[in-house]
Every structure is written in structure tokens, then in C-alpha cells.
């Protein structure tokens, strides 16, 4: 149940209990009402027929003066008679009024009323005392008269006395009703508080424990234990465990991740307080240097490095704390258990909120020895090999132009066979040393604005005695473009693009240049009819000694280095290079240099003036 809804009960049931009591106490109340308000009926009732009486008493007394009394005082004693017979009747109606519903003797007593009336109107209007003058007939005739009034008194004893019954009861009746009224009251504020201190407790304990279900897993999952059991139920809170245990698990499996890609990364990594101290590191450390964790763990960083690097790298963690936002680099020797030294390029990163030094040591012990042995190697090339190689090609081209008649055939084939392989491997080794330089960025570039076509015919006639040997024809149409470039090292592309357009084209094909202009670039594409370069090929085909076999599998004859050395060149001025390719349909190699205007070349030549 949702704790909305709980909330919601914990108010509905307190609020209803009320209602209820509330509802009996205005029943208690209307009760007590009803009995006073029966109370001012009876004691209206009862002052009702006493007036009544009151009136009989005095008609009573009228008509015994009329016994007494002589002919000429008789008017005013029938004028008050009848005023008080008036009266009388008048009060019989309130009490009638005032009984309501409840005619339990009155109308016996009003019936004894109009009796006594008409008695004494009958004695008023008789001609009693006109003819009789006899005292004995007026007192018996009066006799009568006094006979209604004792009925009349007789019905109205019957009716005080039942009266007097239920006034006599309504003391009583009070006194439970406040008895009641005490007691309800009492029982519902002892109810009322039990039911909403049980509801609120009930609630409050479920709600608490909950919650502390929550609080014990959010301990175990920072201290790295089990979780709890799920909560059940489909209230909020076991939604938030739910997530909890979804967060936790996810958390568990990133920081598993995080643990396994920290100890088995390649790298040392780890972690220095304020002062360098290691407070936490890898298994990389422990494997390399020797150095295990318990003594490391603690120790200052500078206490593994070389003896001479110790104070840099002090120096270089405090620089690293002056200016946080700049990651810089250190170059650093760690001395291993074995008596051995490794090199190391140290990356740290201050983190202030933290306190925390976070350092990575990337292993450059093997890259240097490998870019030493390839500077032994580039050395070698220089000047053990191209030295000999060069001398012994000017020798054997010196040999075979003074004596070339002399020579017998063999001789002269194993001799031209020995210059060509030769001058191959010069050429070679230029190739590989000036790729060097190029990548190196240790070979100048000399920039200027040039016509696009002086670089093409430079490079159609360098390469135009291969073409007439094959019978290949060179097709371009000339342009006015004007690039921006050093014109000896493009020509070396264009004639490294052309001489593998011819080699890989059939006899009597053709060879076409072509070049356009696009935003702000000049780009020039050389296009053969040869067999096409096979889509697999075509990624590394700029990569070093990669070599294309064409469709039938033959493999032309080459460095591998002209075109990586047609990237360099092109990257070195800010160009880019390519290629488009079909199988047996032929392929485009294109390479693209940044234009130059009009006004820009005309600069160039008042420069050159």
C-alpha cells in the first residue's frame, strides 16, 4: 500500500471514530433536550389547571353570594361570574394546548369544567330566587353547584397526579442522562486517543523499520557486504529499495569493472595524499619494480625513484598543486628490486576537493629502446650501407661506360644486372631515410606560389622515356591554377602517381592528369586504365611497404615507400591525399594542396625581383 494512501488512513480512521462519537453524543444531547423541554410542557400543563381552578374557586364563590344576596345586587355578581367562567375556559384551551398529543385526563377535566359552567349559568338564569324565597331551595339548589366543583377538583387531583408521576421521574432520568453523557464522554476521549496513538504507533513502527532496512544496506553497501532482502510491499519505500538494490548492483558491477581495470591495467596507476605518500596503487607496480604492496603502501613515491630523479618529481607534484588545471608530463626512473632501472612518463592530476594526487607511469623503458635501435638502424642505413652502396654504383656505371665494348655479353649482363639491383638499394634506403625526415618533421618544406602546370610538365618529362617504352600516352589538359608549394617535392608525387599509373597500364592505353579547383584547395588526379585496386586494399595503401597484388595476382615491383612518402609530402603542406578505384576498370589517385590567387603570386614575383 502506498504511503500516501497509509497517510490517508491514519486520518480516515481517527476522523470516523469522532464522527461516530460525536454522532452518539448529540443523540445523548437531544435526549437530555427532549426531557427539559417535556419538563416546561408539564410545568405549563400544571400552571394551566391551576389557573383553571383558580377560576372555579372564584365562580364558585359568586355563585354563593348569589344565594345570599337580594335581587338588586345580583347584575354585578353575574357580570363577574361570567368573566371568570371566560377565564376559565380560556386556560382549559392552553392546557389542552400544552398536553398536545397527550389528552390522558384532560378531556375528562374539561368535560367537569363545562359541567360546573353550565351548573352555575344555570343557576344564574334561574327564576329562583325571584319566586322561591325559601333559603332551603337556594341551598340545595347551590348543593349542586358544589357537587361539579368537587368532580372538577376530583379530575383535576387525577390529572397533578399523573403529572406530578412523570415530573417525579425526570430528575431521575437527568441524572442518568448527564451519567450517560459523563461516561460516553469519557469512554470515546480514552477511545479516541488509544486508536489514534495504536494507528500512528502501527505506523511510525512499520514506517521506521523500513526505513532502517534502508539505512542497514546503505552501511553494508559502503562497507562492501551482502544486502538485506528485498522490502516487501508496493509502497514508496520498497520502490526506493528496489532502486537501492538496482543502484547497488549497478554500482557493485561498475566499481568491480573499475577494480579489475585498475589492477589489471598496463600502466601503474595510483594514488598520492598532500605529502606523495602512496595511499593506493596497482598490482603493475608489484610486478615491474618487484616492490610489494604492504611496503609500498604508505611510503613516499620518491622513494622508488632513481636516486637523481628523486627531487624532480617532489618539485613536479608541488608545481602540479600550484597550477591544477595544467596536466603536465614528467619523464621518470623507478628503480625495481632486481638492481634494474625502468623509465617512465609520469601524468598527475591535482584533485583539491580530495587532496589527491593521481598519478599514471606509462612504461616508456621498451619504446626507447626501440627508438634507440631504430636510430642505430637509420644510422646504419646512412652510413654503413648507402656510403658503400653509392661508391659501388658510381663504380659499376663507371665500368660499364668506359668498357662496355670490351666486355664480353656475359660479363656486361651480370655487370648491368649488378647496377640496376644496386641502384635499387640506394634508392631504397633514400626513400626509407627521407620518409624519416619527413615524418620527423626534420625535412624543410620551402613554400612559394607556383603554376600548377610547371609541376606537371616537370614531372611528364621526368617520366616520359618509361611512357614512350611502354607506349603508354600522358593526356592533360593545362590549367592556370596556381598552388602553393615547394615545386621539387610535389614533383616527386606526381612522378611517383605516374610511374605506378604506367606500371600497372597495358600497352598502348593512356595515362590522363587532370586538375580542379574547390574551396580554396587545388586538387590533381592522375587516372589509369590498369586493373583496379581491390576494395580490401584500398585502406592501407598509403601505409608503409604496402604493396597491391592486381586481379591476376601479380605483384608489381617496388619499395612499399613511394606512396607513404607522397602522404608525407602532401600532409607536410597542408593537403590531403586518395584514391578512387575500380576493379578492371582502372584507378585515380588524386592528392589536393592549398590554391593561391592572382594578387598572391603577383607579390611573389615583386618579392623575387
Known sequence: ?????????????PLVFQLAFITVLFGILAKEEAAVNELFRIAAMRSSAYRVLGYSTTCLAKAGELTVLTESRNDSVRESLEKNEKGGLKMVQQLKKAAGADHEGINEFEADYRKFVDEINSLSNSTLFSEWGDNQKKLQAFSSVRIRFKNLIRSSNAIFQLRS???GKLPLDRSRVNADLNAWILTGLLLSIVIAAGVTIGFSINFVRRIRHLKRNSHRLAEGQDLLPSLRGSDELAELDSVFYRVATIFRDSFAREKEMFDNAADIICCLNEKGKIERINGRFEETLGHEESVTIGSEISEFAHEGDREKIAEFLQDVRLAPDQNGQLEIRLDATDGTTREYVLSVRWESSRSTHYCV???????????????????????????????????LDVTLNESFEKLPDQCREVLNLASRNTTRLVNLINEFLDLEKLEAGEMEVALSVIPLTNIVN?????????????????????SDALVIADEQRMNRVLINYLSNAIDVSEKGSSVSIRAKETDGFTEVEVTDEGPGIPVEHMERLFDRYKQVRDHANKKHQGSGLGLTICKAIVEA???SVGVHSKVDVGSTFWFRIKSADKTHALFEKRNHR
Open 458 to 478: 616537370t614531372s611528364i618529362e621526368a617520366i616520359q622515356a618509361l611512357a614512350n617504352q611502354k607506349g603508354i600516352t600522358i593526356e592533360y589538359r593545362p
Open 165 to 167: 408521576d412523570r415530573v
Open 573 to 575: 603542406h597542408g593537403g
Open 1 to 13: 500500500m502506498k504511503l500516501s494512501r497509509q497517510g490517508q488512513i491514519l486520518i480516515v480512521i
Open 361 to 395: 607511469f606509462h612504461d616508456t623503458t621498451e619504446r626507447k629502446r626501440m627508438e634507440q635501435a631504430k636510430q642505430d638502424f637509420v644510422a646504419m642505413l646512412s652510413h654503413d650501407l648507402r656510403s658503400p652502396l653509392t661508391a659501388l654504383s658510381i663504380t
